[in-house]
């Protein structure tokens, strides 16, 4: 009886050793999976300022370059309507096209300017109609309406 009794007492004491293993590795991967837990925050916790600093640089590079391109636009534009007035408007280039396209047909058609002979009822006055007069006549109310629209704006 005592043998058993000496195994009775082995065997509770390997059980009893056994617990305490588990109970101990048990506390130990506890352990384990808190440091895991709070490291993950932490990095969570460090990536967030991080990403929104990146979203933050990456709108106002996007903002910079819609501003780039806007003022871009607007000087192209306006640099397009000063040259516009500069060679003297719409107006101003489609009288001078059509004088120009005059004068290269006279100069190609080897036509004369004065006609050899003038039919007219005019007695040699001005504003007897002729096509060159016209022409000149375009061309001064052309450069008198020029000054009024210059103080118009």
Avoid: H, W
């Amino acid at each position: 009886m005592a043998e058993q009794q000496t195994r009775i007492t082995a065997s509770a004491l390997a059980i009893q050793v056994r617990e305490n293993d588990g109970k101990a590795q048990l506390a130990q991967t506890r352990q384990e999976s808190e440091s895991i837990m709070v490291t993950a925050k932490a990095n969570a916790e460090k990536t967030r300022p991080e990403g929104i600093g990146e979203g933050d640089r990456i709108r106002a590079i996007g903002l910079a370059d819609a501003d780039r391109i806007k003022a871009t636009g607007l000087a192209q534009a306006e640099a397009t309507d000063k040259r516009v007035k500069a060679y003297g408007g719409p107006q101003y280039q489609l009288n001078s096209q059509v004088l120009m396209r005059f004068a290269e047909a006279i100069e190609k058609g080897k036509l004369p300017i004065v006609p050899n002979l003038m039919v007219g009822g005019s007695n040699g006055q001005l504003g007897s109609g002729g096509l060159v007069e016209m022409m000149l006549a375009m061309l001064v109310a052309d450069k008198m309406d020029k000054p009024k629209q210059q103080d118009a704006t």
